[in-house]
């Protein structure tokens, strides 16, 4: 069955995006620096994203990072989860009502209005067919945003916790994690490079 990865970008004190983050500016103030990694020529950086991106069967998002990702100041062919890498998975959003307007029409989008466990199992649904179509196990990836990814993991759904972490402190933004009920994590891969240091985890039941 594939694998449940929550993977996403992290400051040193704990936050995914800057302060006071929104549709014209999705990671807040001095939240760019956060991934920096991903458009950096490190081989290293190079390689973890070409090899995370090339696993995804099937991307989860919540609804806040939907309407960041999918606004006008958002994702195009050049940037966005998988741009400019062999291909993109299916994305499915957990949302309480559909988006009225759809602009990135060319990403095939599932809208889940029933929950994140039906979101991530129809995720999974999706990665496993992909996973028949190329004959190569393929992960389900929640990227996002922070109360989609703590949810997941509060809820025991996750599999594997992948960080990157960027050396930068951002003072304020949205934490990743906070109140969260203890959890205990085996540390599986440390890989630094030049702009972060990337960080995999497998989570215990």
Not at 59 to 68: A, H
Not at 115 to 135: C, H, I, K, M
Not at 174 to 185: H, K, V, Y
Not at 196 to 203: F, G, M
């Amino acid at each position: 069955m594939t694998r449940i990865i929550a993977d996403i970008s992290v400051s040193l004190d704990g936050f995914v995006t800057g302060p006071d983050p929104g549709p014209a500016g999705g990671l807040g103030r001095g939240g760019e620096a956060l991934h920096t990694w991903a458009f950096s020529e490190d081989p290293e950086d190079r390689r973890i994203l070409g090899e995370a991106t090339a696993r995804s069967g099937a991307v989860v998002l919540g609804r806040r990072l939907f309407d960041v990702v999918d606004g006008p100041d958002g994702w195009s062919d050049e940037v966005g989860y998988g741009a400019g890498e062999a291909g993109r998975p299916a994305f499915v959003v957990v949302t309480s009502a559909l988006p009225a307007t759809l602009r990135l029409t060319g990403l095939d989008w599932t809208f889940v209005t029933t929950g994140l466990e039906d979101a991530v199992a129809a995720a999974r649904e999706r990665a496993e067919e992909a996973s028949e179509r190329s004959g190569t196990e393929l992960d389900t990836v929640l990227m996002g945003g922070a109360a989609t990814i703590r949810s997941a993991f509060e809820a025991g759904l996750v599999d594997v916790l992948s960080l990157h972490l960027a050396p930068v402190v951002l003072g304020a933004g949205t934490p990743l994690f906070t109140g969260a009920a203890p959890r205990t994590l085996v540390q599986r891969s440390v890989t630094p490079t030049s702009t972060a240091t990337h960080l995999t985890y497998e989570v215990l039941r």
